[in-house]
């Protein structure tokens, strides 16, 4: 119910020469109404074809290649600072030669919070869960870890014994 008052808010008062206000109401009003609607963030799948491993303990081929999909999106997560700072040094001086500074915050930082979403949002390859969260629920914070928060996966275990 947020999300859509936040939306119809930013419909009827933005300015019309503002457009960063418009956009970024739209955008924080989506994100509420989708929290809303969904019952939380949704999780990204790190395995195509997810299933149940008949072994709780055990740890499969498809359990490494999400465990690698992870690692790669963390590899992303530390790239995307210092390539928005790369790139906001070469967007600055054009958008304040147009008059809207305040554009470089959605044109780097909506990618940035969705390239980290994206990991931080991921399921555990083995238990299909959130990986960094310690409750079932897609409601539920997210935390810093190298373990799944349910069944003890470690994002170090890909390799091939």
Not at 74 to 87: L, Q, S, T, Y
Not at 105 to 117: E, Q, R, T
Request: charged share 10%.
């Amino acid at each position: 119910m947020f999300g859509l008052a936040c939306i119809m808010g930013s419909i009827a008062y933005a300015p019309r020469h503002d457009i960063f206000m418009l956009v970024g109401s739209l955008l924080v009003g989506g994100g509420w109404f989708a929290f809303g609607k969904y019952g939380g963030l949704p999780l990204v799948d790190t395995v195509v074809d997810w299933h149940p491993s008949a072994a709780p303990g055990a740890i499969e081929d498809m359990h490494r290649q999400g465990l690698l999909v992870m690692r790669r999106r963390r590899w992303m997560v530390w790239a995307a600072i210092p390539g928005a700072f790369g790139v906001a040094a070469l967007l600055i001086p054009l958008l304040m030669q147009s008059g809207h500074p305040e554009l470089i915050v959605l044109l780097l930082g909506v990618p940035v919070a969705l390239i980290n979403f994206r990991y931080y949002l991921s399921r555990c390859p083995r238990c299909g869960l959130g990986f960094f969260t310690t409750s079932a629920s897609r409601a539920a914070l997210l935390r810093r870890g190298n373990t799944c928060g349910h069944c003890g996966l470690s994002l170090y275990v890909y390799k091939n014994p």
